[in-house]
């Protein structure tokens, strides 16, 4: 067992792991010799896991690397609804038993998982190379946040089981303490198949719940990887459930099932809404209302005053929009400009994303890879077509020739109505649109006028400026001179208001109440 010397010490100790610097030949190397040995394991089959077992389907899922269509990164069992319910049975029964499991020594489990993490960290960000199109840098960072999750989180619980002080009176002895809520179902997204995984499962676990693992479709075999290290660190068989299938075949049932206690999801918003929909009705046997947890997504803005630090605006344009070829929630694919910087800004952003270089993630100097799929592909460049329709095109706007990938250039749409399609709706593509506003307050108002409201940023050197816009942008992350993507656990708790979910803020000192449930106990005094 991994074992805590002293947990005031563990409390104060948190720190983020930072990311690895690859201009080091040493990290460089790791790199590449961790991108070699996972080449090696192309083509392997991966199979369910319930209660330890581990069962193999006829029926799977082909992950093939989004950057190379040639290769096979692996396949992966599909599960059925007979699988489903083995898993809910299990989880079911498990808890019964970790829910009574102290909540040290279900933190000592998360901390040895972040040590396991921390020793195989360049392998996993080989992994997001391959199955779903990252840079290296994209890719360690996600695995670093991955590993603050475990860190924060396994502190936050031993943090809550001191319980709340409540008020005493004299003729009675009064506790308020947390307890578990049972079992839930765990879906993550492919676009951060590492931390979020990490992130959303063990919250779950740590505060005594069982879990159902339902990992992305096409990231599968990183949710696997993750699923063993969790295995490694001694997860008692049962706490954790590994069944992928894809939403459609297995999702609706995980998640009107009966015995599921709580969903946590994180994805779109159109699968946000279903599982929120189908939570809501109660089925027959079930004696609770479900508890739903959702991130999904954003239509997020970087907005640029007359005040301010051009250069650093641009910068910060070009990263939030085009950093994981703009498939994050968090991406900036709004830019809102007042009008006396407008021009200047966006042929700085132009001159800026025509030195990205493009190309296959597993080599060190490529910054934009490929979307993730054959979908995603279809749905950017639909996009596209509709800009090009409804604003001036800028920059990019095509396929990029002579690549066996789902390559698409950056793309920059100038001149966008704040009403427009491109301006509404999240693309989940490298894909911004540049909108004018003709001074700080329509600019506010331009920021605002979607339904989603996840993250933003102001770059502006006014004081009075950044002050009123703490009070009247409408997100749950708002950042100022600087981009709008990269939260940090502990740092930047994260989550959106209106339709970019439930505004959980993941890695937040209050995101594990969520996943637990308040107890008051009194005993009269003789």
């Not at 931390?195 to 992305?216: E, F, Q, R, W, Y």
């Not at 239509?299 to 910060?316: N, Q, R």
């Amino acid at each position: 067992m991994f074992a805590i010397t002293n947990d005031n010490d563990i409390l104060k100790d948190f720190r983020n792991i930072g990311y690895k610097d690859f201009s080091d030949s040493k990290d460089e190397q790791a790199m590449k010799e961790a991108l070699d040995k996972v080449a090696k394991e192309f083509g392997k089959v991966y199979p369910i896991v319930i209660d330890g077992e581990r069962y193999a389907r006829d029926e799977r899922i082909t992950s093939i690397n989004p950057s190379n269509l040639d290769e096979c990164v692996g396949y992966v069992s599909k599960a059925d609804e007979k699988m489903v319910n083995l898993a809910l049975d299990t989880a079911t029964k498990r808890f019964e038993e970790w829910k009574f499991v102290s909540p040290k020594e279900r933190a000592e489990y998360l901390f040895k998982t972040a040590e396991i993490m921390k020793k195989r960290r360049f392998e996993l960000d080989a992994w997001m190379v391959y199955e779903v199109g990252k840079n290296w840098i994209e890719a360690d960072a996600d695995t670093a946040e991955a590993i603050d999750f475990l860190e924060y989180y396994g502190r936050q619980m031993l943090r809550y089981a001191e319980g709340v002080p409540v008020v005493q009176i004299p003729t009675e002895k009064t506790e308020f303490v947390y307890i578990p809520l049972g079992v839930g179902v765990v879906i993550p997204p492919w676009n951060f198949p590492a931390a979020i995984l990490t992130g959303m499962t063990s919250a779950a676990l740590v505060t005594g719940n069982t879990v159902v693992l339902k990992p992305a479709s096409i990231a599968s075999i990183i949710g696997y990887k993750i699923f063993e290290m969790f295995e490694d660190a001694g997860i008692p068989k049962g706490v954790l459930n590994f069944v992928p299938g894809t939403g459609p075949e297995i999702g609706d049932l995980l998640v009107s099932s009966p015995k599921t206690r709580f969903i946590n999801f994180t994805g779109s918003r159109a699968v946000g809404i279903r599982i929120n929909e189908l939570a809501a009705k109660v089925q027959p046997g079930q004696k609770w209302l479900k508890r739903v947890i959702l991130e999904m997504g954003g239509k997020d803005a970087v907005v640029v005053d007359e005040t301010a630090d051009l250069e650093a605006a641009a910068d910060g344009i070009v990263a939030s929009a085009f950093g994981f070829q703009g498939q994050k929630c968090s991406a900036g694919s709004r830019a809102i400009v007042v009008k006396e910087v407008y021009d200047e800004v966006l042929e700085k952003v132009v001159e800026k994303t025509k030195k990205l270089k493009v190309g296959d993630t597993r080599y060190k100097e490529t910054y934009l890879g490929p979307v993730s799929s054959k979908e995603a592909f279809d749905k950017v460049m639909k996009y596209i077509e509709i800009g090009k329709k409804e604003a001036r095109l800028v920059y990019g706007g095509n396929p990029v020739e002579g690549k066996n990938g789902y390559y698409i250039e950056p793309t920059i749409f100038a001149n966008a109505d704040r009403n427009a399609r491109i301006s509404q709706e999240e693309i989940f593509g490298p894909v911004v649109a540049f909108i004018k506003a003709s001074d700080f307050d329509d600019a506010m108002e331009i920021a605002n006028g979607t339904d989603y409201g996840l993250t933003g940023s102001l770059y502006s050197r006014s004081r009075e400026r950044i002050e009123k816009a703490k009070k009247v942008f409408h997100v749950g992350n708002l950042y100022f001179n600087r981009k709008c993507t990269g939260a940090l656990v502990g740092v930047h708790p994260f989550g959106g208001f209106n339709l970019s979910g439930t505004d959980s803020k993941a890695g937040g000192p209050d995101y594990l109440l969520l996943l637990m449930q308040g107890k008051s106990i009194s005993e009269k005094i003789r």
